[in-house]
């Protein structure tokens, strides 16, 4: 059964409007493919929590490079595209992320001119293939749609994401086999057409759904819309999990199934904005202040990225009322804290090396090297606190590009705010 879709063009998600008794049923009807998924996890629990454990001692204590991880989800905003690139590259972002609904499929020619925009730019590009419960239930407008894709962007993009949050209802996939049966057609076409697959695009932390998926989907990179909104700021524990050992664990789960080697890609993160209303993807409890927001999309990145176990980050994205890092609610558009956070991130960050974590409890600093130059990120969970640094401290810059000012010889507080603190 289907059912009429709707989109909520405010927020950039459809609406779930599937009848809960439809849903119920179904479920009830494949009650056989939950124990399958059982079977599935306890094949791998036991190398995966040696995993994890394994992650757990190794992780910030091995250097990381950073080579381009940071990535920018983007749109073709009527009549903007000229300056969603300008702005796009104004981050100093090389990687971006487009999305292409299977509902707009007469519109194609329309994203084929963005993408092609972008690919002179000289942007490398991945596109994540949006479904609807009507493409599930009756796959022949998916294909379709896939075929018109890899045949019209293959040149274009060097990835495609199959699928998107499908392990919500209201993204139209109800259960993982049906979402094995979306993504399988597109690995022929992506054979045929030379070009790579990212997925399983799980969103949240529900990383049960992976070994019955990545036995049967051979992606390319692996990936994951690893929110952690709910819990605040990324440091924040969800039931104990914090952001980093989330991660530690995503990667135990997915090396116990597949064997270490394949890259893993986190393809959309972001907080919600408060008061942006209609705007907001997830009003209430999630929302944060536009301040809350850049300091967390800093903390974020470096906090997974100096992990090791990821490859790649997407910021979604670029522009959106309610949760982007540019309002475009009116003319001209205006650069949110969080966009100069991003541009400054990626500035200081790319091309860099990770080498070590340090902190006392109330702060977290991590130590990089880009050339000849030692400096470190630090901050604080909540607050203001002092900082001893074993090295002299030449100059700070803060979290949006901004020079900070300390007398020489002075004590170096940490914020919230992400700074950047440079040695002579």
Not at 22 to 37: C, E, G, V
Not at 250 to 270: C, F, K, P, Q, S
Not at 311 to 321: C, E, K, S
Not at 353 to 374: D, P, S, W, Y
């Amino acid at each position: 059964m289907t059912y009429p879709f709707a989109w909520n063009e405010f927020a950039d998600q459809p609406h779930n409007v599937a009848p809960r008794r439809q849903r119920f049923w179904h479920h009830f009807r494949h009650a056989r493919s939950y124990f399958r998924l059982v079977a599935s996890n306890l094949a791998v629990a036991g190398p995966a929590l040696r995993l994890y454990r394994h992650n757990r001692r190794r992780m910030y204590h091995l250097p990381v490079d950073f080579k381009q991880p940071f990535g920018l989800a983007c749109s073709p905003l009527s009549g903007r595209t000229d300056d969603v690139i300008a702005l796009l590259l104004e981050t100093g972002v090389r990687s971006a992320l487009i999305r292409l609904p299977s509902w707009e499929r007469p519109l194609l020619s329309r994203h084929e001119k963005f993408v092609r925009q972008l690919n002179s730019a000289g942007f490398d590009i991945t596109a994540a293939l949006l479904q609807r419960r009507e493409d599930v239930v009756n796959p022949a407008g998916w294909e379709a749609f896939l075929k018109d894709v890899f045949s019209g962007f293959s040149d274009l993009c060097s990835h495609f994401e199959v699928g998107h949050a499908w392990n919500r209802t209201k993204w139209g996939v109800w259960d993982y086999e049906e979402y094995i049966g979306l993504a399988l057609p597109a690995f022929d076409l992506a054979c045929r057409h030379a070009t790579r697959l990212v997925g399983p695009a799980v969103i949240d932390f529900e990383f049960h759904l992976y070994p019955p998926i990545l036995r049967r989907l051979p992606f390319d990179k692996v990936s994951s819309l690893l929110y952690v909104d709910r819990t605040g700021a990324p440091e924040n524990a969800q039931f104990g999990w914090t952001t980093a050992k989330k991660v530690a664990l995503w990667r135990a789960v997915v090396d116990a199934t597949l064997g270490a080697g394949r890259e893993g890609w986190i393809t959309e993160v972001n907080w919600p904005l408060r008061d942006t209303g209609k705007y907001s993807p997830a009003p209430g409890k999630p929302s944060v202040t536009e301040e809350e927001q850049a300091n967390f999309l800093v903390r974020y990145f470096v906090i997974v990225l100096a992990t090791g176990l990821v490859g790649r980050i997407y910021w979604w994205q670029l522009v959106a009322p309610g949760y982007g890092l540019i309002d475009s609610r009116s003319w001209p558009w205006r650069r949110r804290p969080s966009f100069f956070a991003l541009k400054t991130m990626v500035s200081l960050l790319d091309g860099s090396r990770f080498l070590e974590k340090a902190g006392n409890g109330e702060t977290l600093v991590f130590h990089f090297e880009r050339g000849a130059e030692k400096f470190a990120v630090g901050w604080t969970r909540k607050g203001r606190a002092e900082h001893r640094f074993e090295r002299r401290v030449a100059h700070i810059i803060g979290r949006d590009g901004e020079a900070v000012r300390f007398p020489p010889g002075a004590r170096i507080y940490l914020e919230e705010r992400p700074q950047y603190v440079f040695f002579s």
